[in-house]
């Protein structure tokens, strides 16, 4: 690492390891495993979720308690179909060219794509060695994020985050080459060999002035998605949708909703939405990012998330749902990690 980039990281906490980042606060997290008694306290918060959605979790679990209409329409792909099978289901569902990709079991936006054409299809089937959705590429023009949380015996409860999303892209400038303006891009400076390899090549290509190349679809933050607060739209409506999501869905108590909509407003008003995800337990309230906060305000917010988790999950156990035993949470966890470490590769390997 350079010494530009030396100081970038020690000035800029959010693109820390998130070891460097999560151990100052980890006798926290260990002291509400110690009052539970289990390494695996957290499992009771979304108890229809598996392993209360800290990891592993599928989306498709996620959607069938979710209302119909609320997400978009999606097929659920193995990797033993064959073509025929995938096209004869695309008809079926009436989703169309370009469509969404993504792994049923996923995180990070690793292996998210738009499926363009029959051939884009090809490449991603031929390279997912796992199940995947096929889902209609959501044309509305903003992604937001609202961390929701309730606690279970109360009718009402908290936004405590609402974020814009913006994606990780470059602009032309008629000289410059694709490649020159990644390297120019501050946002990609610790990903120079990811974006070599998914756009290598395009990497010659000159941008004419102001077209925009995407540079990724995924607008996770740890994909480059950049974050921006809409806490001064938080409001009654805005907990109104969600505090009648939480409900429909029974038992989704604590987690980050991606959504993308036509508006604010819309949002508000519970119409042209369509929910992406629903991260559980393991989604960080990515409210602490950026927006000029300190570490030291992060950490608060992050503290004061898991109080929160903890006491959901505690009534949630006392009220008849089980925290998950030690042996079944570790399997998971490792076929989980297993998981990651599996897409995450891929991601970086795959050009399309």
């Not at 959705?133 to 961390?147: C, D, G, K, M, R």
Request: hydrophobic letters at 40%; charged letters at 20%.
């Amino acid at each position: 690492m350079n010494l530009k980039n030396f100081f970038y990281k020690l000035t800029h906490w959010e693109s820390w390891h998130y070891l460097a980042k999560y151990i100052p606060i980890m006798p926290v997290w260990a002291y509400y495993c110690l009052r539970a008694r289990s390494l695996w306290f957290f499992t009771p918060s979304n108890p229809t979720i598996s392993f209360g959605g800290m990891e592993g979790e599928t989306k498709s679990e996620m959607y069938q308690q979710l209302p119909p209409g609320s997400y978009p329409e999606s097929i659920y792909i193995k990797p033993s179909f064959s073509l025929a099978e995938i096209e004869s289901l695309l008809l079926q569902s009436g989703i169309h060219y370009p469509f969404a990709a993504k792994p049923d079991a996923g995180m990070m936006g690793f292996m998210f794509r738009s499926i363009h054409n029959v051939d884009e299809l090809k490449v991603y089937h031929k390279t997912m060695p796992v199940t995947y959705i096929i889902q209609t590429l959501v044309a509305y023009p903003l992604e937001v994020s609202v961390f929701y949380y309730r606690l279970p015996n109360q009718q009402k409860g908290t936004i405590s985050g609402f974020l814009k999303k913006e994606f990780l892209q470059v602009t032309g400038d008629g000289v410059s080459t694709l490649l020159e303006l990644i390297v120019a891009y501050d946002r990609v400076r610790f990903r120079l060999d990811e974006m070599k390899a998914k756009h290598a090549d395009k990497l010659g290509d000159v941008l004419a002035v102001g077209a925009i190349y995407f540079l990724s679809y995924a607008l996770n933050l740890s994909r480059g998605g950049k974050l921006i607060s809409l806490a001064h739209e938080i409001d009654e409506k805005l907990l109104k949708v969600f505090d009648g999501l939480s409900h429909y869905a029974k038992h989704f108590y604590y987690g980050r909703y991606d959504i993308k909509c036509a508006s604010i407003d819309d949002l508000k008003n519970g119409k042209n939405f369509y929910i992406l995800e629903y991260n559980g337990c393991g989604a960080e309230p990515h409210h602490a990012y950026g927006n000029g906060k300190s570490l030291w305000q992060a950490y608060r917010i992050f503290t004061h998330h898991w109080k929160m988790l903890f006491q959901i999950s505690q009534y949630n156990h006392r009220h008849g749902f089980p925290r998950w035993g030690f042996k079944k949470g570790w399997d998971y966890l490792k076929q989980g990690k297993a998981n990651y470490r599996l897409i995450k590769k891929l991601d970086a390997e795959t050009q399309l």
